[in-house]
């Protein structure tokens, strides 16, 4: 892993963090239920291995937050991310430390990230050093002042007026970021203009950053466009000194749509690979599911994986999608590494019947 693997604005990198958190809790709660005997072989096998991927998750999703933030204009929350950096990249030698000494050294140097050797299988230099973090870590200096900023899901530029969207096919959850642009604190509250806008907390008070989450109450939004404000302002005691205004926009024209189809939502379609319409299969040739190697969970695999190329009549997979806009759009496809990653793969995509190739 490295940094700007994974998206910051839209809230991935911490689901991310997230689904890592609960694997390691999960993990330590069997460690703890072993007895003592047995602790080291699974310490050695599983739960390092789990600590491992979380710190280095955590390292560098944290140098991103810190990277991020410091272009929003943002205050002591750019330091707290990147000391977060830092103390899950100490973790790292701390577990390994714990690894090679257990049972009077009976492992050591079975593993060690920070080696030496400057290329190996994939012919990768690393050049990790246990007391030098591996990314940008960005840090600010104290700020003799107290102001509030506003950022949105999927906001990066914050001179730009935020607007959040909500579909009534995903029901979104948006979350709002409200920070110090310098450091101290601040007493806030967030309203909106109609009763169907729902948050999870309405005040509080911000040292760095507070991130709130917002919804719809979809039995009282009415149906087709809807439009919205929402207002975050600043206090100082019983007095508003500062506000900052969300413009919300609400699709809840929803047509009922045929099993297994996709839908647009805020000018996305996401698509898990897995998840399609129709698999169509030409003789030996067909595409199956591989578990948990996704980068979200399952992926697909052409087979046989021995078998000569071909370039016409293979087998496919469809997904049948209702778009509510047109236009010209981005395609991100994520495609899993082998082990012999070398030259390149092709594969086509096609829409209503157009094809295009890709290499």
């Known amino acids: 892993m490295t940094q700007n693997v994974y998206s910051v604005t839209s809230g991935e990198?911490?689901?991310?963090?997230?689904?890592?958190?609960?694997?390691?809790?999960?993990?330590?709660?069997?460690?703890?239920?072993?007895?003592?005997?047995?602790?080291p072989s699974f310490y050695e096998l599983q739960l390092y291995a789990v600590q491992s991927a979380n710190n280095i998750a955590n390292t560098f999703i944290n140098a991103d937050k810190a990277s991020l933030y410091k272009s929003q204009g943002r205050g002591a929350s750019v330091n707290k991310y990147s000391e977060k950096s830092k103390s899950t990249w100490a973790k790292i030698t701390e577990d390994t430390n714990e690894y090679n000494t257990m049972l009077q050294n009976k492992w050591k140097n079975a593993v060690n990230p920070f080696q030496k050797k400057e290329s190996g299988s994939w012919d990768i230099m690393r050049n990790w050093k246990s007391d030098v973090v591996p990314a940008t870590l960005e840090t600010v200096d104290t700020l003799p002042f107290t102001e509030m900023g506003i950022a949105v899901e999927n906001q990066k530029d914050i001179n730009i007026s935020p607007?959040?969207?909500?579909?009534?096919?995903?029901?979104?959850?948006?979350?709002?970021?409200?920070?110090?642009?310098?450091?101290?604190?601040?007493?806030?509250?967030?309203?909106?203009?109609?009763?169907?806008?729902?948050?999870?907390?309405?005040?509080?008070?911000?040292?760095?950053?507070?991130?709130?989450?917002?919804g719809i109450d979809w039995d009282r939004v009415p149906v087709g466009n809807s439009t919205a404000k929402i207002t975050v302002t600043r206090y100082i005691g019983e007095n508003?000194?500062?506000?900052?205004?969300?413009?919300?926009?609400?699709?809840?024209?929803?047509?009922?749509?045929?099993?297994?189809t996709y839908a647009e939502a805020n000018g996305y379609v996401s698509i898990e690979a897995e998840h399609f319409t129709r698999s169509v299969q030409n003789g030996s040739y067909k595409w199956t599911e591989q578990d948990d190697f996704g980068r979200s969970?399952?992926?697909?695999?052409?087979?046989?994986?021995?078998?000569?190329?071909?370039?016409?009549?293979?087998?496919y997979l469809e997904y049948d999608v209702n778009f509510e806009s047109t236009g010209t759009f981005d395609v991100d496809i994520y495609r899993m590494p082998t082990l012999n990653e070398r030259g390149s793969v092709n594969f086509a995509l096609g829409m209503s019947e157009r094809t295009t190739a890709w290499e």
């Open 13 to 39: 990198s911490d689901d991310v963090l997230d689904k890592y958190d609960s694997l390691l809790k999960r993990s330590e709660a069997l460690y703890n239920s072993l007895p003592a005997d047995k602790q």
């Open 240 to 260: 508003a000194v500062q506000s900052k205004s969300i413009d919300v926009k609400v699709n809840n024209d929803i047509k009922s749509l045929p099993e297994k």
């Open 163 to 214: 607007t959040l969207e909500f579909s009534g096919y995903s029901k979104d959850i948006r979350f709002i970021d409200i920070f110090n642009r310098g450091t101290g604190s601040f007493d806030w509250k967030i309203t909106s203009d109609t009763d169907w806008i729902i948050f999870n907390k309405t005040n509080g008070t911000v040292c760095d950053d507070d991130r709130i989450y917002a």
């Open 297 to 315: 969970g399952t992926s697909m695999k052409f087979m046989p994986d021995t078998a000569d190329s071909i370039t016409d009549n293979g087998a």
